[in-house]
Antibody
């Protein structure tokens, strides 16, 4: 059973960079699958941020692409999200999730972590 | 970007009743790459349906999906108490997008 766990600061200042990590257990990232980030502002819907393959190939939401970097560390079996120049609009619960391909749904999800952007 | 519009925004029903949720896409969804998720307060979304009509592992058969092209439907045949939640559709045929959600609440 694949398990995912997000970690990172819960509070980020405006204009700074949000950094989160997702630790994967029960499955080796190097074996395949795509690893993604999705966010949900409080009381609102879901927004895909981007995904990465174990080889390092990345796919980003066009609306966020200029500010997003997703990377993978196969030695630690984890992947990471960096979102630069954050504003209050980036306040959300951030989920990491997995899909078997880029044309597949997200079948495993982390529990989510709330990141608040505030000074 | 494919925009997904879900209706209604809120559905007020009683346990045992049938729920019908709609998801309409702004353009045709490739190969029926359409999924449905259930989300309860404080929890991550859970995959219910993929490929428009295939149930994910462990999902009860009271949940069914149908549709193609731009119009998709999630049906819950008889609502159980644990089914009251928010439901999202998602297309994954191109850059993934989600609908805004339908809340199924107890009447």
């Amino acid at each position: 059973q694949v398990q995912l766990q997000e970690s990172g600061p819960g509070l980020v200042k405006p204009s700074e960079t949000l950094s989160l990590t997702c630790a994967v257990s029960g499955y080796s990232i190097s074996s395949g699958y795509y690893w993604g980030w999705i966010r949900q502002p409080p009381g609102k819907g879901l927004e895909w941020i981007g995904s990465i393959y174990h080889s390092g190939s990345t796919y980003y939401n066009p609306s966020l692409k200029s500010r997003v970097t997703i990377s993978v560390d196969t030695s630690k079996n984890q992947f990471s999200l960096k979102l630069s120049s954050v504003t209050a609009a980036d306040t959300a619960v951030y989920y990491c999730a997995s899909s078997s391909s880029m044309v597949a749904p997200f079948d495993y999800w982390g529990q989510g972590t709330l990141v608040t952007v505030s000074s | 970007e494919i925009v997904l519009t879900q209706s209604p925004g809120t559905l007020s029903l009683s346990p045992g009743e049938r729920a019908t949720l709609s998801c309409r896409a702004s353009q045709s969804v490739s190969s029926s790459y359409l999924a449905w998720y259930q989300q309860k307060p404080g929890q991550a979304p859970r995959l219910l349906i993929y490929g428009a009509s295939s149930r994910a592992t462990g999902i009860p058969d009271r949940f069914s999906g149908s549709g193609s092209g731009t119009d998709f439907t999630l049906t819950i045949s008889r609502l159980e108490p644990e089914d009251f939640a928010v439901y999202y559709c998602q297309q994954y045929g191109s850059s993934p997008t989600f609908g805004q959600g339908t809340k199924v609440e107890i009447k």
